[in-house]
């Protein structure tokens, strides 16, 4: 079932092989299994069939026998999921399906060899990058691919790895990439972008989060502040009535309002996140904050504020 997944794409594993052949004969593979929205889960799916068959037959002539085929296909299994992982469990701590999965093919493997795990960006030909940078040169890189598939979705897991990186500190600017990041992911898994148009978008997103890690040091802003300028910049009336000193102004005061609850659980007392919404509304009415935004800016600002708190 798995040979038949993989029809039109050439394979190899052969042991003898050099670690660049066998690299390239995953990379290829990996290319081909992402390049099909119906062909990913069919593959993940049969493949997990078979590594549990083979974990039962344990030293069976038969499994024996293809175990070779049978760790290529684990490794591929293990590079997609590698691809797709958001975390290793849920949101009450218990471990994921896919967390458990992976485990049984690092069992598999063992059984099978003992060399190190497929690095899935060396198989794409792309070097591991720095997060932080994301330089113009790595990433116009990757629009001129021979693994077009297997690119994409590495960019696409770098931006993610980015987002929640950034949802540690600005809940507004997070939840902006993710939505740019979820609607072009969309319009790709629809077909109405390609895979070389899904790269560029991607591309424009990547650079889009580099460049805005540079926004503080324009604005005058310390990324503390700048993260409650954000909460508070997303009514376009509050923009245009009070302008970007003021909205500065009200950030940098509400980094000191929050900053004296910061020693405060913020999960245990609801009391805290009622006098923090008073407080805010306050300082809003204070310096003219429009009516209009303000029950969302205030929204924002407490979802910033325990997000400070959790951090101080």
Same mark, same amino acid.
Do not use: C
């Given at each position: 079932?798995?040979?038949? *997944? #993989?029809?039109?794409?050439?394979?190899?594993?052969?042991?003898? %092989?050099? +670690?660049?052949?066998?690299?390239?004969?995953?990379?290829?593979a990996?290319?081909?299994?992402?390049?099909?929205?119906?062909?990913?889960?069919?593959?993940?799916?049969?493949?997990?069939a078979? %590594?549990?068959a083979?974990?039962?037959?344990?030293?069976?002539?038969?499994?024996?026998?293809?175990?070779?085929?049978?760790?290529?296909?684990?490794?591929?299994?293990?590079?997609?999921?590698k691809?797709?992982?958001?975390? +290793?469990? $849920?949101?009450?701590?218990?471990?994921?399906?896919?967390?458990?999965?992976?485990?049984?093919?690092?069992?598999?493997?063992?059984?099978?060899?003992? $060399?190190?795990? *497929?690095?899935v960006?060396?198989?794409?030909?792309m070097?591991? +990058?720095?997060l932080?940078?994301?330089?113009?040169?790595? #990433?116009?890189?990757?629009?001129?691919?021979?693994? +077009?598939?297997?690119?994409?979705?590495?960019?696409?897991? #770098?931006?993610?790895?980015?987002?929640?990186?950034?949802?540690?500190?600005?809940?507004?600017?997070?939840?902006?990439?993710?939505?740019?990041?979820d609607?072009?992911?969309?319009?790709?898994?629809?077909?109405?972008?390609?895979?070389?148009?899904? *790269?560029?978008?991607?591309?424009?997103?990547?650079?889009?989060?580099?460049?805005?890690?540079?926004?503080?040091?324009? %604005?005058?802003?310390?990324?503390?502040?700048?993260?409650?300028?954000?909460?508070?910049?997303?009514?376009?009336?509050?923009?245009?009535?009070?302008?970007?000193?003021?909205?500065?102004a009200?950030?940098?005061?509400?980094?000191?309002a929050?900053?004296?609850?910061a020693?405060?659980?913020?999960?245990?007392?609801?009391?805290?996140?009622?006098?923090?919404?008073?407080?805010?509304?306050?300082?809003?009415?204070?310096?003219?904050?429009p009516?209009?935004?303000?029950?969302?800016?205030?929204?924002?600002?407490?979802?910033?504020?325990?997000?400070?708190?959790?951090?101080?």
């Amino acid at each position: 079932m798995v040979v038949g *997944i #993989l029809h039109g794409q050439p394979w190899s594993s052969d042991p003898k %092989l050099s +670690p660049g052949e066998r690299l390239t004969q995953l990379a290829g593979a990996l290319n081909f299994v992402l390049g099909d929205q119906d062909r990913k889960p069919r593959f993940l799916d049969q493949v997990l069939a078979l %590594l549990k068959a083979f974990a039962l037959a344990g030293a069976r002539e038969e499994a024996f026998a293809i175990r070779d085929d049978v760790r290529f296909f684990a490794d591929i299994r293990a590079g997609v999921l590698k691809l797709d992982s958001q975390g +290793p469990t $849920d949101a009450r701590g218990r471990i994921g399906s896919e967390a458990l999965d992976t485990a049984i093919e690092q069992l598999v493997s063992a059984a099978v060899a003992a $060399d190190e795990v *497929i690095d899935v960006y060396a198989a794409a030909g792309m070097e591991r +990058p720095d997060l932080s940078i994301l330089s113009d040169a790595f #990433l116009e890189g990757l629009t001129k691919s021979e693994r +077009p598939n297997l690119q994409a979705e590495l960019l696409k897991k #770098l931006i993610n790895d980015k987002i929640r990186s950034i949802r540690k500190s600005n809940v507004v600017e997070a939840r902006r990439f993710s939505d740019m990041l979820d609607e072009a992911i969309r319009r790709y898994q629809n077909r109405t972008l390609s895979t070389a148009e899904i *790269i560029a978008e991607l591309v424009e997103l990547a650079k889009a989060m580099r460049d805005a890690a540079d926004r503080g040091e324009s %604005l005058g802003l310390r990324d503390d502040e700048l993260a409650f300028y954000d909460a508070i910049h997303e009514n376009e009336s509050a923009v245009l009535e009070l302008g970007d000193e003021t909205l500065k102004a009200i950030a940098r005061e509400l980094v000191v309002a929050v900053r004296e609850s910061a020693a405060i659980d913020w999960n245990l007392k609801e009391t805290v996140r009622a006098a923090m919404r008073a407080k805010v509304r306050r300082l809003l009415n204070k310096y003219g904050y429009p009516p209009d935004g303000q029950d969302r800016a205030v929204q924002l600002v407490i979802e910033q504020a325990e997000l400070f708190a959790r951090a101080a």
